[in-house]
């Protein structure tokens, strides 16, 4: 079986651009969850979805980022417009009912 | 988070020695969960603790949820290399699925 699937896995840009990062949950999971790691601040809670609807969005820091779930097996983080500050590695998961998270490979990304 | 405090941040151990890495909250955990992750790779579940006192193996790996619910201790038998690696206790806090996770404990086995 698949597990969750990102794109892109690395990610150069330069500050200013934006940055759209996916997310494939595993099929049938009805929670999605947005997380970045950093060494200073360790695996933060960005944002969660229940069946496609944004539960908790309080980690997000700040107008730049938005993510969206338009349907059940896609999501989107967005920064725009991107800093250096914003660099790190995105990981999405994704679990059913509450019950085991599954993570995603990351999306490492470095803003110039 | 420093909802979920865990201890030590980083461990230098022997092969062949015992070690235990704890997670604290002050909330109580409606579910924990321990992972592992290697540089530059994603978190790969270990195990995950529910009922307060429940207390979970895998091969030489051994979690256990105190009967308050407000931490949890991972301990490692007989350490071997392919035991090192950033482990890292996530959990819910709120009763909706709100999962947070903490700072992560760096381990290094010497052969």
């Known amino acids: 079986d698949a597990g969750v699937i990102q794109s892109p896995r690395h990610e150069v840009t330069e500050m200013g651009q934006e940055v759209t990062l996916r997310c494939k949950p595993i099929?049938?999971?009805?929670?999605l969850f947005w997380y970045r790691q950093t060494m200073m601040r360790g695996l933060e809670l960005l944002i969660y979805?229940?069946?496609?609807?944004?539960?908790?969005d309080s980690g997000m820091p700040e107008d730049r980022f938005s993510a969206k779930m338009p349907n059940a097996s896609f999501s989107t983080l967005k920064i725009q417009p991107s800093e250096p500050r914003d660099s790190a590695v995105y990981f999405c998961?994704?679990?059913?009912?509450?019950?085991?998270?599954?993570f995603g490979e990351g999306s490492w990304l470095t803003v110039v | 988070s420093q909802e979920l405090e865990q201890s030590p941040q980083s461990l230098i151990v022997q092969e062949g020695k015992n070690l235990t890495i704890n997670c604290t909250s002050s909330?109580?955990?409606?579910?924990l969960y321990w992972y592992k992750q290697k540089y530059g790779e994603g978190l790969i579940f270990l195990m995950m603790?529910?009922?307060?006192?429940e207390e979970k193996s895998h091969e030489k790996i051994t979690a256990k949820l105190d009967e308050k619910k407000q931490q949890s201790s991972l301990h490692i038998t007989a350490s071997q290399p392919s035991h090192a690696g950033i482990y890292l206790c996530?959990?819910?806090?709120?009763?909706?699925?709100?999962?947070?996770f903490g700072t992560g404990t760096r381990l290094k086995v010497l052969a």
């Open positions: 996530g959990a819910d806090v709120t009763g909706t699925y709100k999962y947070i």
């Open positions: 909330k109580t955990l409606y579910g």
């Open positions: 099929s049938g999971h009805n929670s």
């Open positions: 979805f229940n069946n496609n609807v944004p539960i908790d």
């Open positions: 998961a994704s679990s059913l009912n509450g019950n085991t998270i599954y």
């Open positions: 603790l529910q009922k307060g006192g």
